[in-house]
């Protein structure tokens, strides 16, 4: 997989573990480290599927347009597919865990079929904090990914803005992701806890809030 | 969160002579089921143990020490524990000034051998840094330049913070700036370490990128 699925950037190399967390300070930043992860992709014709804000819509495509990607053909040829929140995260005004974990795998099984050998997923993770049902699953979501992402060579990169998360939640997040990009820097993730170990401690936690709701 | 938190031990030699840590709770409670076996081992040993407390958190915090089975009234007699108020340490005068706070935080490290202890186990809960006093915003570059001073001793230092307080942005930088790290109760060798050097160039950068951009509104 190294050889024919090679992905390098942030200063490092893709492993096997492929679900990856992004944490930027602003989009300047996002595009100066991203930029030869999209445009190695574009370049080797794989295909690109990016999940945004619709509010950053036309400021992510200028920046993928200053990369160098011929972002109208890569549009018009499906090689570059973008999709909003409400399409996929928020479908139905609600995020809707089980769903999306099959919608992003429906996404990587979609790419050999239509010619791309390999799929790199980039998804804004802002979403969540927005005020729609659901959207507390998201690191329950995003641990269940661990099951599903191993099964594929395809890069999944969940991006999220530290200007907007509190810090209870990135830390949660950097533990559900066996590789993580900080600071500009990829690096596999000595805090990962996998699934199984994270899914029984996140039960806990909620056992432990509703005994202390109950004693209350 | 209990099947992450198994007591923190530090065996001698573990951390690669890194011994400027930061520590990540959701609760105090968790801090002290993380920490409790590494404060109770260094009373045990005969280290120091100087500790850095909310003046709010005080006495919860004595209470917390005895529950792990020390004997906390003796131990502040005989000064083998030293609890200092924030007021009177990173927050004297009203205000950070972290030259000032730096050259004090030395001289703790210091004052251990001289008053009969090889070690001292520094514990700090950091949430001084959100209170609304002038300084506090140098935080980062306060524990980037941290990282000059702990290597020259033996003392293990651990900087607390209360996830539930901070934002993502801080707590991220105050990743990058300690070579070890507890997450989810679990201490490891920190990959995301920046060496002081380094961040502190990276501040002056940032810096001069707002003042560019405020220059330029």
């Not at chain 2, 792990?68 to 005989?78: C, D, T, Y």
Request: with cysteine; aromatic share 10%.
């Amino acid at each position: 997989m190294a050889t024919s699925h090679s992905v390098q950037f942030a200063g490092g190399t893709l492993g096997r573990q492929r679900h990856i967390c992004a944490f930027f300070n602003s989009i300047d930043e996002e595009h100066r480290v991203l930029r030869p992860f999209f445009k190695d992709g574009f370049d080797r014709g794989e295909k690109a599927t990016h999940i945004v804000d619709p509010d950053n819509r036309d400021e992510h495509l200028k920046r993928l347009a200053e990369a160098g990607i011929d972002v109208q053909r890569a549009m018009d040829t499906g090689q570059l597919e973008l999709r909003p929140w409400r399409e996929t995260y928020l479908r139905g005004d609600r995020f809707d865990q089980d769903a999306m974990v099959a919608l992003i795998e429906q996404i990587l099984q979609s790419g050999p079929p239509a010619g791309y050998a390999l799929t790199r997923l980039v998804a804004h993770m802002e979403w969540a904090l927005l005020d729609k049902p659901g959207v507390d699953d998201l690191v329950e979501y995003e641990t269940r990914l661990n099951y599903v992402l191993p099964k594929y060579d395809d890069p999944v990169i969940c991006t999220y803005d530290l200007s907007k998360f509190g810090a209870t939640v990135a830390m949660d997040i950097m533990r559900t992701h066996p590789v993580v990009i900080i600071g500009g820097i990829l690096q596999e993730n000595p805090f990962f806890v996998p699934p199984d170990q994270f899914l029984l401690e996140l039960r806990e936690q909620r056992s432990v809030r509703k005994s202390a709701a109950t004693a209350n | 969160m209990a099947t992450q938190s198994h007591p923190i031990h530090f065996p001698a030699g573990s951390l690669g002579g890194q011994r400027h840590i930061c520590a990540f709770f959701n609760s105090s409670d968790e801090e002290h089921r993380v920490l409790g076996s590494f404060i109770k081992e260094g009373f045990d040993k005969g280290d120091k143990a100087f500790h850095l407390v909310n003046p709010d958190q005080r006495e919860d915090h004595l209470k917390r020490l005895v529950a792990s089975g020390i004997n906390v009234q003796k131990a502040m007699e005989n000064g083998q524990l030293e609890v200092r108020h924030w007021q009177d340490a990173p927050l004297r005068g009203g205000r950070f000034d972290q030259d000032s706070w730096l050259d004090s935080f030395e001289k703790v490290l210091q004052s251990g051998p001289a008053t009969g202890y090889a070690q001292t186990r520094f514990l700090a809960h950091m949430e001084w840094a959100l209170v609304d006093l002038p300084g506090v915003e140098d935080l980062i570059e306060f524990e980037t330049r941290v990282n000059y001073v702990v290597p020259k001793y033996e003392d293990i230092v651990i900087c607390a913070y209360d996830l539930s307080k901070f934002s993502a942005s801080v707590v991220m930088d105050a990743l990058r700036t300690h070579p070890v790290v507890i997450i989810g109760g679990i201490l490891q060798e920190n990959p995301f370490f920046v060496p002081p050097d380094q961040f502190l160039l990276e501040l002056r950068e940032q810096r001069s990128v707002r003042k560019r951009a405020a220059a330029a509104n």
